[in-house]
């Protein structure tokens, strides 16, 4: 039998990788066959595509890069700029942006280029004036002062994390916690939803550098034209991390009010995720930042990733194909119908629903933590993560909450009633787990008690389900 491309490939690289480390080849393996069996609900997880995986294995990992296209401080990286510029054409194109930059290892590093670029523009000084044109070596010790002096207790508003905001919004333990003079706006308590009067008065009387919008767990639309609007009124820089629902920008899925690239001073987002590309991070902004998020490398990055910048090349050109506005409408659909089963298996969701690609359940309607129910729904092939609700009262490691989403599953091909399947089958899991209790007989925030059997019944229902929409069917490793 003849195989075909994407089989050889896969079963090459395994052969060439076993014969120097068989376990490493091994684990590759078997992650697919997981993969291929269990019902992966995490949001902020896709399946990439077989031509975006295969252009992360090739020579560009072996090249160094710092600096900019043209503009190397390393010789011989004409290749490296063929795909850097391919990759930011393409992103350009796809998200109508003036600039966009590519070299960020990942989300949190392309939020510390904005954060930076931002600082760099907004604040003045004679040593930042220095940096600026690269004369570092002409800086005194009384010029540092000044400019960490200048460039600290800037002021960050953003999304707290138990409304739905990312760790990188101002979370005290992250960087960006303790870069800025942080303050957060949250969720309507009655509702769960952003209330703009609210955050404009947070504003108003906070009065940040930096206003930013975009979320992790929040499961509505958010209105850009409305936060750019608040921004400007107090002189601030808006900025919107749309990792998680860049697969629905780019699908024009989110268009208008609501599509933060023609709102934001600067936009920042992850490759992976509902675009479904390679794991890595993008700026977007418009002229006025663009030299400043140029100097991401080597303000904040190290030597960028050619070989990820290639499948970035690859996965933004596949966003651009007719398909994927399809794709992109189809998660949204597929939240909906998953939302609406759970809801009428008597689940209690945040916001009482979803508008864009995640779920958010309060699963103490079910007496549980989002630790225990985590684990309850892994052990019965469903793959999820806890995350906090508003007011969370088990803080953020154990959680009252299981956030899901929808575009892997989308990816296999998966539509509405097996999204009503899933809820079913997520419900029976839930409803039939208990908490358990620690050794000394107090309650317990991790442990719990499901019975084997169900869960064994439960897993194998879900690998009957995805049977019909097999994951990467042209991959065969034999």
Same mark, same amino acid.
């Given at each position: ?25 091994? #684990?590759?393996? !078997?992650? $697919? /066959? %997981?993969?291929? =069996? +269990?019902?992966? &609900? ?71 280029? #904005?954060?930076? !670029?931002? $600082? /760099? %523009?907004?604040? =003045? +000084?004679?040593? &930042? ?350």
């Amino acid at each position: 039998m003849s195989l075909n491309a994407e089989s050889t490939a896969f079963r090459s690289a395994l052969e060439v990788i076993r014969a120097v480390e068989p376990r490493v080849a091994d #684990a590759i393996g !078997a992650e $697919l /066959a %997981d993969q291929r =069996e +269990s019902l992966k &609900l995490i949001a902020s997880e896709n399946y990439a595509s077989p031509a975006t995986l295969l252009a992360m294995g090739n020579w560009f990992s072996d090249k160094y890069a710092e600096g900019t296209i043209g503009r190397r401080f390393y010789a011989g990286c004409q290749n490296v700029d063929t795909v850097e510029a391919l990759a930011a054409e393409h992103a350009k194109e796809l998200f109508g942006a003036a600039h966009a930059y590519v070299q960020p290892h990942s989300g949190i590093d392309a939020n510390l280029v #904005a954060f930076w !670029a931002i $600082l /760099a %523009d907004r604040v =003045e +000084s004679p040593a &930042l004036k220095k940096a600026q044109v690269r004369q570092v070596n002409d800086l005194t010790e009384a010029d540092w002062f000044a400019l960490r002096r200048e460039l600290g207790n800037q002021r960050m508003l953003g999304m707290s994390l138990d409304a739905g905001g990312h760790l990188t919004h101002g979370f005290r333990p992250n960087i960006s916690g303790k870069m800025f003079d942080q303050r957060s706006y949250g969720t309507d308590p009655a509702t769960g939803l952003v209330d703009y009067d609210k955050v404009a008065e947070a504003a108003r009387e906070f009065k940040p550098l930096i206003l930013v919008a975009g979320y992790s767990a929040y499961p509505r639309k958010v209105n850009f034209r409305i936060m750019r609007e608040i921004a400007d009124s107090v002189g601030a820089t808006f900025m919107v991390d749309m990792a998680h629902f860049a697969g629905l920008v780019a699908g024009k899925v989110f268009t208008g009010d609501f599509d933060p690239v023609p709102h934001a001073h600067i936009v920042t987002t992850t490759t992976h995720k509902s675009l479904r590309g390679p794991r890595g991070g993008m700026v977007l902004c418009g002229p006025e930042l663009a030299d400043q998020v140029d100097r991401g490398c080597p303000m904040v990055l190290g030597g960028p990733l050619p070989h990820v910048m290639a499948a970035k090349a690859v996965a933004l050109a596949e966003a651009r194909r007719p398909d994927f506005a399809d794709y992109a409408q189809r998660i949204v659909d597929n939240a909906h119908a998953l939302a609406e089963g759970l809801l009428r298996r008597g689940a209690k969701l945040v916001t009482g629903g979803t508008d864009n690609h995640l779920v958010l359940i309060d699963v103490s309607g079910y007496g549980l933590t989002g630790r225990q129910a985590e684990q309850a729904l892994l052990d019965s092939g469903i793959v999820t993560n806890r995350n906090a609700v508003p007011q969370d009262p088990n803080g953020a490691w154990y959680t009252s909450g299981i956030r899901i989403g929808t575009p892997a599953l989308t990816t296999r091909g998966l539509g509405a009633s097996e999204m009503d399947t899933t809820a079913e089958l997520m419900h029976t899991v839930l409803s039939q787990t208990t908490p358990g209790a620690n050794a000394d007989g107090t309650p317990s925030k991790a442990k719990y008690v499901l019975d084997p059997a169900l869960a064994e019944t439960v897993s194998k229902q879900a690998s009957d389900l995805l049977a019909g929409f097999p994951l990467y069917p042209s991959v065969d490793l034999g």
